[in-house]
């Protein structure tokens, strides 16, 4: 029975993929990275000796900005609007778990975002190429750290969209997505706000997502090595939180009502 | 030794939470009973808003009960190994818009743990059952409404399940998409499988059904063999007459006189019978049809639900 | 009808650009202020865009090139106010931003009409720069130079150029660069190695242009010096001072055309025996 289920959820993360590969906004995305990219190429010109730089920041901005909106876009649009649309009617009466469903879902929106990332990354080093350089290890961990952040943002719009409607959770997984960028801000809400008792702003800071933490792009900028455990680490607070999130939106889709 | 029930529910009760801020409850099922028996098409009636789809819907696991038990093919609601032997078809499914029959049938089959090669089978044979060859690569976007049902209905056959479970199956089709579904119902229960749909267009279910179970507000009103809900009158005839004027005809055994544009609808008591027949025989008239009055599913339905008293001959919609 | 529709566009346009007239004749005066004002300082720009901070500080160093240039070159009054606001936006979001520091304070320090001619901020930039990036030499070294050419101040100069001396990976040169400048009549010597240094660590453009020419000045005031020598040398062999610079020449003690690197003929003061840079040369100054 345990090969049964993996197939299952196979044959439904491969599905999942097939329709973000026919979901045309996906690839004006994809064009617009990849266009801000190749512009790294011009705006080089308009400095001094800053090419390399400026073509990994940009491209590496790139690849935060837009795959982060691929992230939330396809987070949320593939199960409110399954959702919402009763497409998953028929398929639950089938042997079908809801967690299979979930997971399944879930694992097909990751390798959606591989393979974009992938194709972003390939750009970026295309254009590097163009200007005679080429990546170094620590872009490639950057680029590692970026992945595991739109597999959170991914994570947060299932439990959001299984929760609530689809705009809701759109305008709720982009505000945790921003907010989680200013972490640093949150642990150090006493300077703004002297009176923020002590325990709410822990709470606050370990609850929201810590975007800052998958933020290697100085580092990658600078040729600064990364050092392995920085990115063990990484992956062990992503692969922690992206479980609690799909745990979370599982119990919400294992006992809710599909009316 | 009777077969066990494919289908049984006992007390099943499900309601619905209302409102924002004070939430009622609002009750949509209350307490149902219902027994499905193997090769009988079996139809589940109401008006709208009654309970059926959401019946259907709890049968599935689409919603979850407050009360109840199930037993689907003398298992247990929660054993998944009877939902490789059921099929199921939503009332107006929503299909992947962006996959082509073929794929949506492939895909389902995976989920039944079909070999790619059942699954390719499968798909095209159901495919040209149902008259959707020419567009089995196209996808389900262009596809108009009946070709739709079509689809799902494909997608509910795709594991050739013993029990066959439809919600308002004919919605939306063309005569030329009800024939096709009725041939096909009637196709699943000479197989030996047994069919439950639910309908509200009444022709068909007094057409198909062996048993059918009644709804209202949530409850059952009434369940078993079409001859037993609708009463027959075994006092009177029916008579259609056509060439006559039949409102010349004077005979007190005719108790009902109905023009229906050229024809006339009459009814006799069944001892004058022969009287009436030569009468409209002698006034130059043509006898059509003579048969036991029976209570349409119609007029049970408006008798029993609220309603005016019998409409004309010919089903309604 | 398809003309009434591109008549009411048309008429529409129009009254939209006359709107926009009145605005901005209206309007014109409020923004006679100080443009700096409307720039916001650098840790705001740094709240607002976390995780994209190094992109940003590209971001606004390109615009601080562009600024730089476009004063210099379109201005009508080069102003140059936001300068150090955009070079500090800059380093407060990227602080290991090297290029920022070194060129923005050459930008900020170079007299006009070669830059912004505020020195004292062109080295506050540096500063910062070396509290940053304490293990950098050239941050230290340009903050030499930089002290010395624009402030004149030979010992603070040196100070700063021995620290920078001790930094790792400095070249050896940075120490007697800075014993020079403390010994008298060391400091041309000083200075040139200063702008030689400039002129080969600096990209094509306005920084390495301006390097040429400050090497070519001394130069000139080399070969000013050297004449000067020889006439003396003149002096002491006939007794007497040369009425012009063409005795010298008849002399046979200076070769060659009496002219300095860009072609002028030098100028001789026959009363006081000196020679000097013509004040129609390019490469003269006061």
């Known amino acids: ?259 | 030794m009777e077969a066990p029930p494919v289908l049984k529910a006992v007390g099943l009760s499900k309601s619905y939470k209302v409102g924002h801020i004070r939430r009622r409850l609002r009750p949509a099922l209350q307490g149902l009973d219902l027994e499905v028996r193997r090769g009988e098409i079996f139809g589940y009636l109401g008006p709208n808003g009654s309970g059926k789809t959401t019946t259907l819907k709890l049968l599935m696991g689409l919603l979850r009960a407050d009360a109840g038990e199930v037993q689907v093919l003398g298992r247990p609601w929660l054993d998944p190994a009877w939902r490789y032997q059921v099929g199921y078809l939503p009332e107006n499914p929503y299909l992947y818009d962006y996959l082509t029959p073929r794929e949506y049938l492939d895909y389902v089959g995976r989920l039944f743990g079909l070999s790619s090669r059942e699954r390719a089978e499968r798909g095209r044979a159901l495919l040209e059952r149902l008259g959707l060859s020419h567009v089995a690569a196209v996808p389900l976007r262009r596809f108009s409404k009946g070709m739709l049902q079509r689809v799902g209905l494909a997608q509910a056959l795709v594991n050739d399940p013993e029990l066959l479970i439809l919600d308002e199956p004919m919605s939306g089709l063309d005569p030329v998409g009800r024939r096709l579904v009725r041939d096909l119902i009637l196709e699943q229960k000479a197989a030996g499988k047994t069919v439950l749909f639910s309908t509200h267009i009444l022709p068909d279910a007094e057409a198909l059904c062996d048993r059918v179970a009644v709804l209202r507000g949530g409850r059952l009103l009434d369940a078993g063999p079409l001859s037993q809900i609708l009463k027959l009158d075994v006092s009177h005839m029916e008579l259609l007459a056509a060439g006559l004027d039949a409102a010349r005809l004077e005979d007190p055994a005719i108790r009902v006189r109905q023009a229906l544009g050229e024809r006339w609808r009459l009814e006799v008591e069944e001892r004058s019978l022969g009287a009436v027949v030569r009468a409209v025989e002698a006034a130059g008239g043509r006898i059509l049809a003579v048969q036991p009055i029976r209570q349409s599913l119609e007029d049970y339905f408006f008798k029993e639900l609220g309603g005016g008293s019998a409409g004309p001959w010919g089903g309604a919609d | 009808m398809k003309w009434r529709d591109g008549l009411l566009v048309l008429g529409l346009g129009a009254a939209m650009v006359a709107a926009q007239v009145w605005l901005d004749q209206s309007r014109g005066s409020l923004t006679a202020g100080d443009p700096s004002l409307y720039l916001w300082t650098g840790t705001q720009v740094k709240r607002m865009v976390p995780g994209f901070e190094g992109l940003f500080a590209d971001i606004y160093w390109l615009r601080t090139v562009q600024y730089f240039g476009g004063q210099r070159a379109f201005a009508q009054n080069q102003r140059f106010e936001l300068l150090y606001p955009l070079i500090d936006i800059t380093i407060t979001l990227d602080p290991r931003l090297e290029i920022a520091y070194r060129y923005g304070a050459t930008f900020l320090a170079e007299p006009r009409p070669v830059g912004a001619g505020e020195a004292e901020k062109g080295i506050a930039i540096l500063e910062r720069g070396v509290a940053a990036l304490p293990d950098n030499w050239r941050l230290r070294q340009d903050l030499g130079f930089l002290t010395y050419l624009f402030l004149h101040d030979a010992e603070r100069a040196a100070r700063i150029l021995d620290e920078a001396a001790d930094t790792p990976g400095a070249p050896y040169w940075l120490r007697t660069l800075a014993a020079d400048l403390l010994v008298k009549g060391g400091e041309r010597q000083a200075a040139r190695r200063m702008w030689r240094q400039m002129y080969e660590q600096a990209e094509e453009g306005i920084i390495k242009e301006n390097a040429r020419r400050q090497l070519r000045q001394l130069d000139a005031l080399e070969g000013a010096d050297a004449l000067t020598a020889l006439v003396a040398e003149l002096t002491r062999r006939t007794g007497r001072k040369p009425a012009s610079l063409a005795d010298l020449e008849a002399s046979g003690l200076a070769r060659g055309a009496l002219v300095d690197p860009s072609g002028t003929p030098y100028e001789y003061d026959s009363t006081t025996g000196k020679v000097r840079v013509s004040q129609r040369s390019v490469l003269w100054r006061p």
């Open chain 1, 1 to 259: 029975m345990g090969r049964g289920r993996l197939s299952r959820i196979l044959a439904v993360a491969a599905n999942t993929f097939r329709e973000t590969v026919r979901e045309r906004v996906l690839y004006n995305l994809v064009f617009f990275a990849l266009l801000m990219t190749l512009s790294g190429l011009l705006l080089a010109q308009l400095s001094i000796r800053q090419d390399e730089k400026i073509i990994k920041d940009l491209g590496l901005a790139a690849m935060d900005l837009f795959g982060s909106m691929i992230a939330l876009f396809i987070g949320v649009s593939l199960v409110s609007k399954e959702i919402e649309r009763r497409s998953l009617h028929p398929l639950l009466a089938k042997p079908l778990g809801r967690d299979e469903f979930f997971l399944g879902k879930f694992f097909g929106l990751a390798f959606t975002l591989f393979v974009n990332t992938s194709a972003m990354a390939a750009g970026l080093f295309l254009t590097l190429l163009a200007t005679g350089r080429s990546a170094n290890l620590g872009l490639v961990g950057a680029i590692y750290t970026i992945f595991l952040s739109l597999l959170l943002v991914v994570a947060l719009a299932m439990l959001l969209s299984s929760v609530t409607s689809p705009a809701l959770s759109a305008i709720g997984t982009l505000g945790l997505v921003i907010v989680g960028r200013f972490s640093d801000v949150i642990r150090n809400m006493r300077e703004v706000v002297p009176g923020a008792p002590d325990w709410l702003v822990k709470i606050l800071y370990y609850a929201i997502p810590n975007f800052r933490n998958f933020d290697f792009k100085e580092q990658a900028a600078y040729g600064d090595p990364i050092p392995l455990s920085a990115l063990g680490q990484v992956t062990l607070y992503a692969a922690f939180y992206v479980g609690l999130a799909l745990a979370a939106g599982l119990a919400s889709f294992r006992s809710r009502d599909f009316e």
